[in-house]
């Protein structure tokens, strides 16, 4: 079951997408429904700030200067392949933060404001409310639910994401190398956003069934490298930084840090995460958690 809801943001309406964890991890007992979607607060600072993704977003120069995808076009960039290794890092969990919560994946589509679609696959680095780490795989299609993975995972393995996107075949893939372990599978799926792809360390969304979303407490886990990123556009394969396409940086502001610029401080997380610059041959980039992201924010 999934759930949609608008949220107004400085940038504009951002259509949020709400999904429920077919298999939540068993210390965590009942799971609120949760998504993967963006919340961008501001599409034209620099870099771009989102209240739960950090890392980057390559699509069509026209796409990433309006936050729409321009039908005019006529070679728009589609996107058919995605991938990216990173070291799932080790959270750090304390009774004062816990529970807390931390995503890393890749994925196809989701970037435009317009996007009705989203194909992911990524690993999450969580604290229970115990304060002890717990690590699993998912896959999400949205607007279809998140689905945990049959495949143990744990803090410091390194894991290679995957989605791979042919007409209305989807591909999403997990594989951890430390342990020599992996999932694949095929979905059809109707209508597949290809106009974007992403690497993303982000604090995921928790909704009620009613619809009301808010983007839970982002887990310290430091700091994660992406490596071996590539992308493939109009049968073009290329890097981050490849000319063919546009790439947006994107630091995760929570909401209270952007409250608190203005005055109007609340009690919810002020840890947010920013993207440093992308190495130069464009294959890799990391991502710093930051205790108190306030100084990110654009009022």
Same mark, same amino acid.
């Given at each position: ?68 995808? =321009? ?34 994946? +890749? ?13 992911? +696959? ?51 893939? +997990?594989? =951890? ?88 401080? =609340? ?12 190495? +130069? ?19």
């Amino acid at each position: 079951m999934s759930t949609r809801v608008r949220v107004l943001s400085a940038g504009g309406v951002v259509l949020v997408v709400a999904a429920a964890l077919a298999a939540a991890p068993a210390a965590f007992g009942a799971q609120p429904l949760a998504g993967h979607r963006a919340v961008f607060a501001a599409r034209n600072a620099t870099p771009q700030q989102s209240s739960n993704w950090a890392g980057y977003a390559i699509t069509d120069a026209t796409t990433l200067a309006t936050g729409t995808t =321009d039908p005019t076009q006529t070679t728009p960039l589609t996107f058919s392949n995605v991938t990216g290794t990173f070291r799932l890092p080790k959270v750090a969990c304390s009774a004062s933060q816990a529970p807390a919560y931390s995503a890393f994946w +890749v994925g196809l589509g989701g970037y435009s404001e317009s996007a009705q679609a989203l194909e992911q +696959v990524g690993v999450d680095a969580d604290c229970t409310s115990a304060a002890t780490p717990a690590y699993y795989a998912w896959y999400e299609l949205v607007p279809a639910p998140s689905v945990k993975l049959p495949l143990e995972v744990a803090g410091g393995d390194t894991i290679t994401t995957s989605v791979v996107v042919n007409g209305t075949d989807v591909l999403v893939q +997990v594989k =951890d190398r430390t342990r020599r372990t992996s999932f694949t599978k095929h979905f059809q799926v109707a209508a597949p956003d290809v106009s974007s792809a992403e690497w993303i360390a982000e604090a995921p969304s928790a909704c009620s069934r009613l619809g009301d979303c808010t983007v839970l407490p982002l887990a310290n886990f430091g700091t994660v490298g992406f490596t071996n990123i590539a992308a493939t556009a109009n049968a073009h394969a290329g890097t981050l930084t490849d000319a063919t396409w546009a790439a947006a940086s994107i630091s995760l502001v929570p909401r209270s840090s952007r409250r608190a610029m203005l005055g109007r401080p =609340d009690d919810a997380s002020t840890a947010g995460a920013t993207p440093a610059d992308a190495t +130069v041959d464009g294959r890799g980039f990391s991502v710093a958690w930051v205790a108190d992201a306030t100084a990110l924010a654009s009022p």
